[in-house]
């Protein structure tokens, strides 16, 4: 997408016709986006709005200029605030919001940028944009440092504009795509070398999703229910309890590995693929950074976590939190501003089926929470029992 020769002037954000032509293929894509951007880039809204046929592209279009509008819209902080990862949170963010607002059925795609470019303030830092965007299928992430001096602000924010204009324009499928003309001094980034699992290391996505046939898509959305695990092994209580929660939910269901750990070291590649090849042929497997469910609620918003009753302990149990009942309840607090949800399995403990309605939870977050009862689910095995038994027969 950042491509084309450098313009004799770089002030004034004018639609040529090549823009305009661009802009016609995309409200006839029959794709619906919400468009989110802050710092700048703001022109490329104007563009799609000015050129005829707007209602069948844009769902939405907002400009959290502030920090405090922009952490509304995300519903949790993240710094630094002009970041490639902040960027990906908008747009999953945009494309969440896109699904609510559009009819049932209907493709949507998110698209968002964050950008610090020239205003009356000189900047310590690089001038630069950072545009994601997102999809059922996946996602892809823009970055662009810009020359500084190069530019006065019209020629910086047609810049942006044109990365902005040009990730919707791939991400709903018309190629090619916009004309960014850069400079020697300009600074490009579309992609991060290496495995999807290396760059979910390195932090350049956030999630890596491995599909029951064996193909792998990054920062793709998930909808539905999700059920996260160590999975070493995936046993029966897994699957009977996947099956379980998408029949009495009645949505999909994938699971969740996250290679970070509060007590352990990272799980490397290897041990990760390893553990992906449990969920060849049966239900999608997503792969993440997130330990804490307030970080994975950021991932996963509106999504009802699957989980069982010694995970659900330690969720509500201040213990867990260092003995800080406020963090506690700011980290409840967060995951229900995500529109996220539990579903509670009991188990077998010290000679007693213990299910959620057992604990003590403020009344504010008990709407989060429901409850499989012991009829609905019970299968008294764990990976640990598991592993013991495979070390004994291997012995």
């Not at 823009?142 to 910086?156: F, I, M, P, Q, V």
């Not at 919707?168 to 004309?179: I, N, S, T, W, Y």
């Not at 996220?340 to 077998?348: I, S």
Request: aromatic share 6%; charged share 25%; hydrophobic share 40%.
């Amino acid at each position: 997408m950042l491509r084309g020769p450098v313009p004799d002037s770089y002030s004034g954000c004018v639609v040529d016709e090549k823009l305009r032509t661009t802009i016609i293929k995309i409200h006839g894509s029959n794709v619906k986006a919400c468009v989110v951007t802050t710092g700048a880039g703001a022109q490329a809204v104007s563009w799609l709005l000015g050129v005829p046929g707007a209602s069948r592209t844009v769902l939405e279009a907002l400009v959290p200029y502030s920090v405090k509008s922009l952490y509304g819209f995300l519903g949790y902080e993240l710094e630094p605030h002009v970041s490639a990862e902040t960027a990906r949170a908008m747009a999953r963010a945009a494309y969440f919001k896109a699904k609510q607002l559009a009819e049932p059925g209907e493709r949507v795609v998110g698209v968002a940028c964050t950008a610090a470019i020239v205003s009356d303030r000189p900047k310590k830092g690089d001038h630069r944009c950072h545009v994601a965007a997102v999809g059922a299928e996946g996602g892809h992430t823009y970055s662009l440092k810009l020359s500084k001096g190069l530019r006065d602000r019209d020629g910086e924010e047609e810049m942006v504009s044109r990365v902005l204009l040009g990730a919707l324009a791939e991400a709903v499928g018309v190629k090619p795509g916009v004309d960014v003309p850069l400079d020697d001094g300009d600074v490009v980034d579309e992609h991060s070398e290496g495995s999807p699992l290396a760059r979910l290391t390195a932090g350049d996505v956030d999630t890596v999703t491995f599909m029951p046939d064996g193909s792998v898509v990054t920062d793709a959305a998930v909808e539905g229910a999700v059920l996260p695990g160590s999975f070493n092994p995936v046993h029966q209580g897994h699957e009977k309890l996947s099956e379980v929660a998408a029949k009495v939910l009645g949505i999909p269901v994938s699971y969740e590995l996250s290679i970070g750990n509060v007590d352990k070291p990272p799980l490397s590649e290897d041990e990760v693929l390893r553990r992906v090849e449990q969920f060849r042929g049966k239900r999608p497997l997503v792969v993440t950074r997130a330990i804490r469910f307030f970080e994975k609620a950021r991932l996963f918003p509106g999504c009802t976590f699957v989980i069982g009753y010694d995970t659900v302990t330690r969720l509500v149990s201040a213990e867990y939190y260092g003995g800080d009942e406020a963090k506690m309840d700011e980290a409840l607090s967060e995951i229900q501003r995500h529109g996220c949800k539990f579903l509670v399995a009991g188990r077998l403990k010290d000679g007693k089926f213990r299910t959620f309605s057992g604990l003590s939870v403020a009344e504010k977050h008990l709407p989060m929470f429901r409850e499989l009862s012991e009829k609905e689910f019970r299968l008294d095995v764990s990976s640990t029992e598991l592993r013991q038994r495979q070390s004994g027969d291997a012995a």
